[in-house]
């Protein structure tokens, strides 16, 4: 028996490992929660994730288990003040329970006749949650034992991946932020009665220059582009003795 379990344990970890090698973030929680319905012999399920909000975010929910809850008010995210039931309580308490009775459930929800709720802790840190319903015969504490152990060896595989994907998220905001920053800097630049140029200090070449300049001195962008700061009859003759001061010691103070 102890042959079989290692083995039944080692069959359930390489399953998990590979699902969170080869899917994309939505479809790893479905096939873990397959894994893990099939296991504890359950009927419903769902898994969920902490976002940066610290709300619970169960992207299995949008499966099979969509269909038969009726409710009129149905969500993936679920932020803290909402967390009731057996889920809210393991969520709050960080701690595994088993419920198999007085089920105060809403309207339309699926009907429950026993449920096992456990969070996913990474160094104590809340990063989500399994919850599974309506196993054949009620829950133990072996199933809360053998489900503990699964959060566990899923808990740094599922805070990488939230990691990961917060950093490309980041990146994607930065980007974005960037773009629009440059979009509003071109208009304003494009915008004002003083003519603008960019000049490479080093080659003396001008790198661009806004309407205005455009308008005063008659060329195009892009003949700007081909020709020199000192070429164009710069009225003010401070002005070129700036640029000369700046050339010379490459900085603007």
């Keep these: 028996k102890q042959i079989y379990r290692k083995n039944e344990e080692l069959r359930i970890k390489n399953k998990i490992s590979n699902t969170f090698i080869v899917q994309n973030s939505n479809e790893f929680f479905n096939d873990i929660l397959q894994i893990v319905l099939e296991k504890f012999d359950s009927k419903f399920g769902f898994i969920g994730y902490i976002n940066s909000e610290g709300d619970l975010v169960s992207p299995t929910l949008t499966y099979d288990i969509w269909k ?6 149905k969500s993936i995210i679920f932020p803290k003040k909402s967390w009731t039931g057996v889920w809210g ?3 709050k308490e960080k701690k595994a329970f088993i ?3 007085n089920f105060n459930l809403p309207k339309g929800h699926i009907q429950l006749k026993n449920a096992i709720a456990v969070p996913i802790l990474h160094k104590k840190e809340l990063i989500g949650q399994i919850v599974l319903g309506n196993k054949l015969i009620d829950y133990t504490e ?3 034992n053998d489900l503990t152990k699964i959060c566990s060896y899923i808990a740094p595989l599922l805070f990488s991946r939230l990691k990961s994907n917060k950093y490309e998220s980041d990146l994607k905001r930065a980007r974005q932020t960037a773009e629009e920053n440059e979009v509003h800097f071109k208009t304003l630049l494009n915008h004002i009665s003083d003519a603008v140029f960019f000049q490479d200090l080093k080659t003396g070449k001008i790198l661009s220059a806004n309407n205005t300049a455009c308008k005063r001195y008659g060329y195009s962008k892009k003949e700007f582009t081909e020709i020199e700061l000192k070429e164009i009859d710069i009225e003010n ?4 003795q700036r640029i000369n001061e700046i050339s010379s010691k490459g900085q603007l103070i």
Excluded at 68 to 73: A, G, I, P, V, Y
């Design 99 to 101: 419920k198999t009775e």
């Design 142 to 144: 072996k199933d809360i």
């Design 68 to 73: 038969k809850c009726k409710m009129t008010d």
């Design 89 to 91: 309580k393991c969520l």
């Design 237 to 240: 003759s401070k002005i070129q």
